[in-house]
C-alpha cells in the first residue's frame, strides 16, 4: 500500500480544510438521519418472548430493567457452537459502560440463541458484564431476522434492535444489521438509533459512570 504524499505544513492545512468540509456536510446528513429515524413508526411486540439468564427466566418487558428504551445486541452465538462470533466478541469489547446509557432511560442486553449454559462461561472468559440472555427456547431470534435461513439451513446474522416501552407495552422501533453495525457502540452512535434519541447535555451532561444517581 502506497503512503500518503509528502507536503508542507501549509499545503496539509489546505487539504485538511478541503476535508473538513465534507466532514462536516457528513456530520449534518447523518443529523438528518438521525432525525428521520427518530421518525420511523413503530409497531407492538404481541408475543410474550421468554428468555434465560442470570436470574433465571426473564420476558422481554424484564430486559427494560424498568426504563424506557431497550436495545439488544443481536450476538451470534448458536445453539451448537462452543464459543460467541469473534466479530460480535470484538463489537461488544466496544461498548462503553452502562451507566452512560442506563442514565439516559436506556437498557442494553445481549440475547444469542446458545442455552444460557453455554452463554456463561464465554461470558466469564470474556470478563463481561453486560446482561446477556439465551433465546434458545422461543421465536425471538427468527422473528427479528437475527436467525434467518439461507439454502434451506438457519443462519445467524448480528444486529442491533430497539425497543420503547409504554407502561407494560413493548414496541419495536428500529433494526440494523450485518455490516450497519461498522462504526456503531459508542454511548452516542447507540442512542442515536433510537425513538428518544439522544437527550440534551446541561443537568443530563455526561459524568463520570460512578457519579450517576440510580
Given at each position: ?180 453495525l461498522d ?19 446541561g443537568s ?11
Open positions: 500500500m502506497s503512503l500518503p504524499e509528502i507536503v508542507s505544513r501549509e499545503q496539509w492545512r489546505a487539504a485538511r480544510e478541503k476535508l473538513l468540509r465534507k466532514e462536516e456536510a457528513v456530520s449534518r446528513a447523518q443529523e438528518v438521519l438521525s432525525a428521520d429515524r427518530r421518525q420511523l413508526p413503530m409497531v407492538e411486540v404481541d408475543p410474550e418472548y421468554i428468555f434465560e439468564g442470570g436470574d433465571g427466566k426473564a420476558t422481554l418487558l424484564d430486559l427494560f430493567e424498568g426504563r424506557a428504551q431497550l436495545i439488544v445486541h443481536h450476538f451470534m452465538f448458536a445453539p451448537q457452537w462452543v464459543a460467541g462470533c469473534p466479530c460480535c466478541s470484538a463489537f461488544l469489547d466496544q461498548v462503553g459502560h452502562l451507566a452512560h446509557l442506563r442514565a439516559r432511560n436506556t437498557a442494553f442486553a445481549a440475547v444469542s440463541q446458545a442455552p444460557f449454559t453455554r452463554i456463561l462461561p464465554f461470558k466469564a472468559r470474556m470478563g463481561w458484564t453486560v446482561p446477556w440472555y439465551s433465546s434458545c427456547h422461543g421465536d425471538f431470534n427468527r422473528d427479528f431476522e437475527a436467525t434467518v435461513e439461507r439454502d434451506g439451513e438457519q443462519v445467524e446474522r448480528p444486529g442491533l434492535s430497539c425497543f420503547l416501552r409504554e407502561r407494560d407495552q413493548v414496541f419495536h422501533t428500529y433494526s440494523v444489521y450485518d455490516d450497519g462504526g456503531l457502540g459508542t454511548v452516542a452512535g447507540l442512542l442515536d438509533l433510537t425513538a428518544l434519541g439522544r437527550r440534551p447535555y443530563d451532561r455526561l459524568r463520570f459512570h460512578d457519579e450517576y444517581e440510580n
